[in-house]
C-alpha cells in the first residue's frame, strides 16, 4: 500500500508529461497528407483498392432508396394518422429543412475529404481526433447492425400478412416459441428474416456495381409505382377531408410531434459520404447527391402524403400498410397489390441502404488499427471489403432472427444523430481555423485538382525569369542604353511602373486566393456569400457601418491560431450549453408552459448566451479558401443543425441510452494490438 501511495506522491509523478501523453494519444489526428497520397497512387489510405465505378445518379439513387422505403410507405400514415391529420405534410417540410441544415455540413465535409471511406468516423478522425473518432463509428456500426435487422424483420412480417400469417402458424406449430428474448408470448424464431439478411449479404458481398444496379433497379419499381399512385389516386380524392378544421386537427403541436417523427424518415443520407473510395468524382458527386436524394425524398413524401390524406379521412388510415389500403377501402383491389409490390422494392432497398455502408465503416476502422486488421481486407475478384460484408451480414442475419426489435428500433438513430451532430460541429470550427491548423484540408482539393497544372505554371514562370524576354528581342532599337542598362520596348498607355501582375503565378496557395480580384488586388464581390450580397443591397450604406458597430471582421482579415482557439472554446461551450437548453426545454415544458418566473429567466438567459457565443464567433475571420461546395450560413446553419439533433437525441427513451451506454462500454474495451493487426 505505502508502494502504491509513494508512486502516487506528486512530487515523483510527471504530471504534465502524462497529461500531455494522453490528450496526444487521445486527439491524435489523421494526417490528410496520407490519403492525397494515396488518392494519387489509385489505391486507398489502407495500401488497398475500392472499385471507383459509381456516378453521380448511382449515389442519389442509393441515398434515395436507404430513405424513401419505410418513409414512404410507413412514416407517413403513422404521423397522418396518430400525430398530424394531413397536416404531416407540413411535418414532412419541417423535418426536411432540419434534415438539410445536416445534409449540407455533410457535403462540405464530403468536399474537404473527398476520397475516403467511413462517412463521419473518418471526418472526425482527421479534425477531432481518434477517441472521439471510434466513438462514432462505433455507434454507426449499432445503427447500421440493427437497421439491417429492422429492414429484414420488417419484409418477414410483410410477407407473412400477404400469406395471411400462414408463415407465423408454420414457424410456431413445428418450431416453437422463444422466450426470454423480449419478443412475447407468441414469437418464434424468424427464419425467413434470417434468410432475407444473408440473401442481401451476398448480393451486397458480389460487387458494388452489382449492388448498386440491383438498388437501381428496386427504385426503379419504387418510382414506376409511386407514378401510379399519383395518377390513380387522382380518381378518387376527396376535399371534404381538409375541410372545417380537418386540416390540422391536432394543433400546430401534433405537427411539431410529428416532424420530430417524420425527421428519421430522411436518416440515410449519409451512406452517400461512405463511398468516397468508390465514386468516380467524389469532391462533386457527394454533394450533389446529398442535396438531390433529401430534395426527391422530400417530394416524394409531400406527394404521398396528399393523395392518402385526400382520399382516406385521416382518423380512418390503416397505420400499418397505409398506402395499401387506401385503394381497398375504394375497392380498387388491383391497386393494392401493385402498391405492395412497390412496398416490398422499397423496403429490399431500405434494408440495402443499411448494409452497405456497415462493412466500408468497418473496413475503415480496421484498416486505422481501431478494429481487427483481417476486417480490412478487400476481395481482388469484387474489389469490395467481403469479409466484412459477410461478418457484418452475419450479425444482422442473427439478431433478426433471435431478438426482438420493437425496443431497439430507437437506437438506430442515436447514431446517426450524433454523426450528425459532429458533423456539424466540425465545419463549425474548420470554418474558422488558420491555414496550417486544418491539417491539409485546404491544401487537400487544390493539390489533388490542379497540381499538374501548377506545376506546369511555376516552370514556365521560372523559365520566363531565367532567360531573357522575347519582347527585348524583339525591340529593334540599342541594346543598352547609356548607363549599359538593357533597353525594353516601351508599352504606350498600358506601361505600369511596378509591373503587370501574373494572374496565373497568383496560385492557390496564395493567403488572398479565392477573396482578391488577381488582376487589380481589389476585394472580389463574389467572395461574399449570396445571403450576404442581398443584405448589403438592402440596408445599402449602412451595411459597413452594421459591420463595425458589431465588430465582424473584414474581407481581408485572416485567421490565426488565437483566433481559431477562440472559436474553438466558443464551439465546445455552444455544444455544452445546446445540450443544457434542449434538456431544460424537454424535461421543463411543463413550468413553462406555466409561465413560472424562474423558467421563464432560465430560457431568457439561455437564449442571451447563444447569441453571444454565436456574435463572439461570427466577430472571428474565416478562413478565406473557396471550395466547389461550401455550406451557407455559417455560423447559423451549423448551430442549427446542432440544436435539431441534440433535441432529437434527448427526446429518445431513458432505456435507449442505458443500452447505448452498455454498447459504448462494449467498445470501449480495447483491442490489443497484436491481435488488431
Avoid at 67 to 83: F, I, Q, R
Avoid at 286 to 314: E, F
Avoid at 479 to 502: H, R, V
Wanted: overall charge neutral.
Amino acid at each position: 500500500m505505502s508502494g502504491l501511495v509513494g508512486k502516487l506522491d506528486p512530487r515523483r509523478v510527471q504530471w504534465r508529461s502524462t497529461w500531455n501523453t494522453f490528450t496526444s494519444r487521445v486527439l491524435r489526428t489523421k494526417p490528410v497528407e496520407s490519403m492525397l497520397d494515396s488518392a494519387m497512387s489509385g489505391t486507398s489510405s489502407h495500401g488497398t483498392k475500392l472499385a471507383r465505378v459509381l456516378s453521380t445518379v448511382d449515389l442519389v439513387s442509393l441515398g434515395v432508396g436507404s430513405c424513401v422505403g419505410t418513409g414512404m410507405y410507413v412514416v407517413s400514415g403513422l404521423v397522418a394518422k396518430e400525430m398530424a391529420g394531413p397536416g404531416v405534410i407540413v411535418s414532412f417540410i419541417i423535418a426536411a429543412v432540419a434534415s438539410i441544415l445536416s445534409g449540407v455540413c455533410y457535403a462540405e465535409f464530403g468536399v474537404r475529404v473527398p476520397k475516403t471511406t467511413g462517412s463521419a468516423y473518418t471526418y472526425s478522425y482527421v479534425t477531432v481526433g481518434e477517441c472521439v473518432a471510434f466513438f462514432i463509428g462505433w455507434n454507426l456500426i449499432l445503427e447500421y447492425l440493427i437497421g439491417t435487422a429492422a429492414g429484414a424483420s420488417a419484409l418477414s412480417s410483410m410477407a407473412d400478412s400477404l400469406a395471411n400469417h400462414s408463415i407465423s402458424n408454420f414457424m410456431i406449430s413445428h418450431i416453437g416459441t422463444l422466450s426470454g428474448f423480449g419478443k412475447g408470448e407468441q414469437s418464434y424464431p424468424d427464419l425467413l428474416a434470417l434468410l432475407i439478411a444473408l440473401l442481401v449479404t451476398v448480393i451486397v458481398a458480389l460487387g458494388v456495381k452489382n449492388s448498386v444496379g440491383f438498388n437501381n433497379v428496386l427504385n426503379v419499381i419504387n418510382l414506376a409505382v409511386w407514378v401510379f399512385m399519383m395518377i390513380a389516386g387522382l380518381f378518387f380524392v376527396n376535399g371534404e377531408n381538409w375541410d372545417e378544421g380537418r386540416f390540422l386537427p391536432f394543433g400546430w403541436s401534433g405537427v411539431m410531434q410529428g416532424a420530430a417523427t417524420c425527421f428519421y424518415a430522411f436518416i440515410g443520407f449519409d451512406i452517400i459520404a461512405t463511398t468516397g473510395e468508390e465514386a468516380k468524382s467524389p469532391n462533386t458527386s457527394i454533394p450533389y447527391a446529398i442535396t438531390a436524394s433529401l430534395i426527391t425524398c422530400l417530394t416524394a413524401y409531400v406527394s404521398v402524403s396528399v393523395i392518402l390524406t385526400l382520399l382516406v379521412p385521416y382518423n380512418e388510415i390503416d397505420a400499418d400498410a397505409p398506402l395499401m389500403e387506401m385503394f381497398a377501402i375504394h375497392g380498387c383491389m388491383f391497386a393494392k397489390y401493385i402498391v405492395a409490390v412497390g412496398s416490398i422494392a422499397g423496403l429490399i432497398v431500405s434494408l440495402l441502404g443499411s448494409l452497405f455502408p456497415m462493412p466500408r465503416v468497418i473496413y475503415a476502422m480496421a484498416g486505422d488499427g481501431l478494429l481487427f486488421k483481417f476486417l480490412a481486407n478487400v476481395s481482388s475478384y469484387t474489389e469490395t471489403p467481403a469479409l466484412a460484408c459477410v461478418v457484418s451480414g452475419f450479425l444482422a442475419a442473427l439478431l433478426s432472427l433471435l431478438v426482438s426489435l420493437r425496443d431497439l428500433i430507437e437506437m438506430m438513430s442515436i447514431g446517426t444523430l450524433l454523426a450528425y451532430t459532429l458533423v456539424s460541429l466540425c465545419v463549425l470550427l474548420l470554418r474558422y481555423q488558420p491555414e496550417g491548423d486544418i491539417h491539409g484540408f485546404v491544401n487537400f482539393l487544390s493539390e489533388e485538382q490542379n497540381n499538374k497544372r501548377k506545376e506546369g505554371v511555376l516552370a514556365e514562370c521560372e523559365k520566363d525569369a531565367a532567360s531573357p524576354t522575347s519582347e527585348a528581342d524583339e525591340y529593334g532599337g540599342p541594346p543598352t542604353n547609356t548607363c549599359g542598362a538593357k533597353n525594353l520596348p516601351s508599352l504606350g498607355d498600358n506601361e505600369m511602373l511596378i509591373g503587370k501582375p501574373d494572374k496565373n503565378a497568383y496560385s492557390a496557395s496564395h493567403p488572398n486566393y479565392g477573396t482578391v480580384d488577381m488582376t487589380t488586388g481589389i476585394e472580389a464581390e463574389e467572395s461574399e456569400g449570396g445571403l450576404s450580397r442581398r443584405f448589403k443591397k438592402l440596408i445599402g450604406p449602412r451595411y459597413y457601418t452594421l459591420r463595425i458597430r458589431l465588430g465582424l471582421p473584414g474581407k481581408m482579415d485572416r485567421p490565426t491560431p488565437a483566433t481559431g482557439k477562440t472559436v474553438t472554446v466558443c464551439v465546445l461551450l455552444l455544444f455544452i450549453i445546446l445540450f443544457v437548453f434542449c434538456s431544460f426545454i424537454i424535461f421543463g415544458s411543463r413550468s413553462i408552459g406555466e409561465g413560472h418566473w424562474w423558467a421563464l429567466l432560465l430560457l431568457v438567459l439561455f437564449i442571451i448566451f447563444i447569441a453571444l457565443l454565436i456574435i463572439i464567433i461570427l466577430q472571428q475571420p474565416e478562413n478565406p479558401k473557396r471550395l466547389p461546395y461550401m455550406a451557407p450560413c455559417v455560423p447559423f446553419v451549423p448551430a442549427a443543425a446542432m440544436l435539431v439533433n441534440i433535441y432529437l437525441m434527448l427526446k429518445l427513451s431513458a432505456i435507449t441510452w442505458i443500452r447505448f451506454s452498455v454498447w459504448c462500454l462494449v467498445g470501449k474495451q480495447p483491442i490489443p494490438r497484436s491481435i488488431a493487426s
